[in-house]
């Protein structure tokens, strides 16, 4: 076994962690959530998401402990090795994973739509893939490169979504957003949780940068709580402007419901509506490029503890970035959008998601046993209420998208059972991981 450690390159400010934080999400804003409309109404969805921006606060705070006590590109994979060993880690290096790469072409979907709606005579297939080969090209450049490119589509993308609400504020009429608020009842607002979901899904994707922070253990808790207060606000004020401008029944199961909203208040042919439909990329290029970087990362942590192929936690020397994990992750996404819609690629990476909240907060309460003077530079506040409390509503989410959702679900663990299987087979559950040392 070599012992020696590989190691990326340390140059992340709080300033870029926000952006990263941020960037990953922000796509949320701007397609996906919408697909809830259609499965609970305006008011059911917004229920649903009032629920999951909680388990979101009370995670994210919790998870931070996490984040800032064990800085590691792994990020949920090596707390739950920690505090589970190599099972816990396998589960939790697999649904990262499953996030990561599922949310990624379901934003290279919505690219080709909004590039399709500006541009009809471009296929919206070609532009989402183009859209991977950009991008991961962009990522090999260098993480420091990559995350000033970050900082400044979120900028553009947060200044858009800014002005999208001040245009179509105005608009607003409660009787539209009132309009068969809750056409499935109670039930809807279980069956939208995914949506909701996706309106924050991959925050924690900061974590997968942590090698990579100077200062990391004040400037990881910085990052994470801007970033979830500013998708927190922006989410909102999105989401009910949009329903007060057209019936739900008319943007449910859209690609591009923001340019589709700026049209029906302006017009079409209206040049502010074109040209809200282009800049409306930066946001979903802010998303694209940073869940690139974060499954890059999380890949290079699984191979480098020996869960994935070697090769893949191979670093260019120049740029000390994980060139391989790049190239394969394009080619694995390439392939899924290829298969399927964005409503399932929603739903499996948010599935991915809440079983990465789920393990994150069993480890987290391990820890807090098994190693109680470990050092921690941010501790969960008001545990073991907000811990619990992210824990029960990630269960509760899961069992709402099993349940809604079977034969996604079944994709998921039937992928988990396989994995376990040749997980057991090869011996890996035998042997003591480093997630810091090549296997």
């Known amino acids: 076994m070599a012992t020696e450690q590989i190691k990326l390159k340390k140059a992340l400010r709080p300033i870029h962690l926000w952006a990263i934080g941020v960037g990953l999400v922000i796509s949320g804003e701007y397609f996906g959530w919408n697909y809830g409309w259609g499965v609970a109404g305006t008011i059911g969805l917004l229920i649903a998401t009032l629920i999951i921006t909680l388990l979101y606060f009370t995670f994210i705070f919790s998870f931070t402990e996490l984040t800032t006590a064990i800085p590691n590109a792994g990020g949920p994979f090596a707390y739950a090795l920690r505090a589970f060993g190599p099972i816990g880690a396998l589960i939790a290096g697999y649904a990262t994973l499953i996030e990561f790469l599922f949310a990624t072409p379901a934003i290279a979907l919505a690219l080709g739509s909004y590039v399709h709606f500006l541009y009809p005579e471009v296929p919206v297939l070609l532009a989402s893939i183009v859209s991977f080969i950009i991008f991961t090209v962009i990522n090999l450049l260098g993480i420091k490169e990559a995350a000033w490119f970050s900082l400044v589509m979120t900028l553009l993308a947060i200044a858009e979504l800014i002005v999208f609400v001040g245009v179509v504020a105005p608009h607003f009429k409660l009787e539209t957003f009132m309009h068969n608020p809750m056409p499935f009842g109670w039930g809807g607002v279980f069956a939208a949780m995914p949506f909701a979901i996706w309106l924050y899904v991959c925050l924690e994707g900061i974590a997968m940068v942590a090698e990579e922070v100077k200062d990391e253990k004040k400037a990881i808790a910085k990052g994470y709580i801007s970033s979830l207060l500013t998708l927190t606000v922006l989410a909102l004020a999105v989401m009910i402007s949009v329903g007060g401008i057209a019936y739900w029944e008319n943007l449910d199961d859209l690609d591009y419901p923001l340019p589709e909203s700026i049209a029906l208040v302006l017009g079409r042919e209206n040049v502010l509506t074109k040209l809200f439909a282009s800049v409306g990329l930066f946001?979903?290029?802010?998303?694209?490029?940073?869940?690139?970087?974060?499954?890059?990362?999380?890949?290079?942590?699984?191979?480098?503890?020996?869960?994935?192929?070697?090769?893949?936690?191979?670093?260019?020397?120049?740029?000390?970035?994980?060139?391989?994990?790049?190239i394969t992750g394009a080619m694995l996404g390439i392939g899924a959008l290829l298969m399927l819609d964005t409503m399932k690629l929603v739903i499996i990476s948010t599935i991915g998601a809440v079983v990465v909240y789920i393990i994150s907060m069993l480890s987290l309460f391990k820890l807090r046993r098994s190693e109680p003077q470990m050092e921690r530079p941010f501790s969960a506040p008001l545990y073991p209420y907000f811990p619990a409390i992210a824990l029960i509503l990630a269960l509760i989410a899961l069992i709402a998208m099993m349940y809604f959702y079977p034969w996604l679900g079944l994709i998921f663990f039937v992928g988990l059972g396989v994995i376990t299987g040749l997980f057991y087979m090869t011996g890996m559950h035998r042997k003591t991981v480093d997630p810091m040392i090549d296997q």
Do not use: E
């Open 283 to 326: 946001g979903l290029i802010a998303s694209f490029h940073g869940i690139i970087i974060t499954y890059s990362r999380q890949m290079f942590a699984l191979a480098r503890a020996g869960y994935l192929p070697k090769g893949l936690s191979k670093v260019s020397k120049k740029q000390q970035v994980p060139y391989l994990a790049l």
